[in-house]
């Protein structure tokens, strides 16, 4: 069975900083996404950036980035210039193919102090 | 777009209850996703629908938890009878059907989710 490892129950940086999330998976699979989700609190949850194993280029969407080390088995988020709206818990998250089940670690909760 | 539409958003309920959730998916995703959440882990999945069909239900506790998705929309997700652990967040997920040209591949679409109390 796949599982999901997020090592950091809990994660601080100071607003306009650069924070790093970890996480690390194991799975037998060679067809596999990874996702990274933001839950605010009591809001839904979203998503925050997408990988596609296939892919050898790490994914980017504006601030976030990902560091993904397909041999490791690890996927670390990285959150530049990070702003007060960027406070949530965040979930790594594996899902194998496209249609396979997902399965999420159990989080990460950021402060972003200002 | 309308988002994952569910309900209630809140329920407390004494142990031995019943309680059902309801959850509307977005317009044209084919797959619906139950999920648990309680306090402090990552959501478990209970429930995957394809349309109608179940697509997996490994995890989901068959003999107090049910449910259904007729017509393959809107789902219901039913609890009966409660126990204490059942207290969590109960999520519902919607994604494209797999492999749809333009989709979004694996991206879960949530709803805001039905926060279970069970006293």
């Known amino acids: 069975a796949q599982t999901v490892t997020q090592s950091q129950p809990e994660m601080s940086v100071q607003e306009a900083e650069t924070v790093t999330l970890s996480c690390t998976y194991d799975?037998?699979?060679?067809?596999?996404?990874l996702f990274w989700y933001k839950q605010p609190p009591s809001r839904q949850m979203i998503l925050v950036i997408r990988?596609?194993?296939?892919?050898?280029q790490n994914a980017t969407e504006n601030r976030f980035s990902v560091n993904f080390q397909k041999a490791a088995k690890s996927f670390s988020l990285k959150i530049s210039d990070s702003q007060l709206g960027d406070a949530a818990m965040y979930f790594c998250?594996?899902?194998?193919?496209?249609?396979?089940?997902?399965?999420f670690g159990d989080g990460t909760t950021l402060t972003v102090k200002p | 777009e309308a988002g994952v539409a569910q309900s209630p958003r809140y329920k407390i309920i004494e142990k031995r209850q019943s309680v059902a959730f309801w959850c509307n998916p977005i317009?044209?995703?084919?797959?619906l996703y139950w999920y648990q959440q309680i306090l402090g882990q990552g959501p478990k999945l209970l429930i995957q629908f394809q349309n109608n069909g179940v697509v997996d239900d490994s995890q989901l506790p068959k003999d107090r938890f049910s449910a259904e998705r007729l017509k393959g929309v809107d789902s219901t997700l039913k609890i009966q009878p409660a126990k204490l652990e059942d207290s969590a967040v109960y999520l519902c997920?919607?994604?494209?059907?797999?492999?749809?040209?333009?989709?979004?591949?694996?991206?879960?679409?949530f709803g805001e989710g039905s926060r279970l109390t069970v006293l």
């Open positions: 799975t037998s699979e060679s067809d596999y996404y």
């Open positions: 997920a919607s994604s494209f059907y797999p492999g749809l040209a333009g989709a979004n591949t694996g991206e879960l679409f």
């Open positions: 990988q596609e194993a296939y892919k050898q």
């Open positions: 998250a594996y899902r194998r193919g496209s249609a396979g089940k997902s399965t």
């Open positions: 317009s044209g995703h084919a797959t």
